[in-house]
């Protein structure tokens, strides 16, 4: 006698857009924490790295609002680390670029003051501004 089982595609369709975006496959992560282990923007993020890559598996879509996935520096230290090959990296990429496509942005340019605008480096306004404005 075989019992037939019936396994149900359950990833929502945020889940697929991020793995589309960013070309990670999210269900190889295994939560083992070496990416947070090695993180250097962790101690200002909202959330851990790898509670990030958890929240996304799950379909939390309100991972997007926190202010973890900007502070992410984009230093692949995570992409080294993992066991598992997932770059992070390139996840919190796809979430901050779901984000500025629907033209909504981290820095707005009106509000820095004018004070902190003469004493920035050029280059950490430009780079700013690629990455945190659509
Ligand atoms: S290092 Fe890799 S496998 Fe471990 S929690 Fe981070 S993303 Fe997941
Ligand atoms: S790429 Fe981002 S999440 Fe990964 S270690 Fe660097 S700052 Fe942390």
């Known amino acids: ?3 037939k ?3 149900k595609n359950t990833e929502s369709d945020f889940v697929k857009k991020i793995e589309e975006i960013s070309g990670e496959n999210l269900m190889k992560c295994n939560q083992c924490g070496k990416c947070s282990a090695g993180c250097p923007s962790v101690s200002r993020m ?3 790295p790898n509670q990030v890559i958890r929240r996304v598996q799950l379909g939390d879509e309100s991972v997007l609002e926190d202010d973890t996935i900007w502070l992410c520096a984009s230093c692949f230290t995570c992409a080294v680390r993992c066991p598992k090959g997932v770059d992070l990296s390139k996840v919190m990429e796809a979430l901050r ?17 004018r004070d902190e605008l ?3 480096p050029p280059i ?3 780079s700013n501004f690629r990455k945190m404005t659509s």
Do not use: F, G
């Open 1 to 3: 006698m075989y019992l």
């Open 5 to 7: 089982l019936s396994v």
């Open 46 to 48: 909202e959330s851990l």
């Open 97 to 113: 670029l779901l984000t500025l496509r629907k033209n909504v942005n981290y820095t707005q340019i009106e509000k820095i003051p």
């Open 118 to 120: 003469e004493v920035l």
């Open 124 to 126: 950490a306004l430009v």
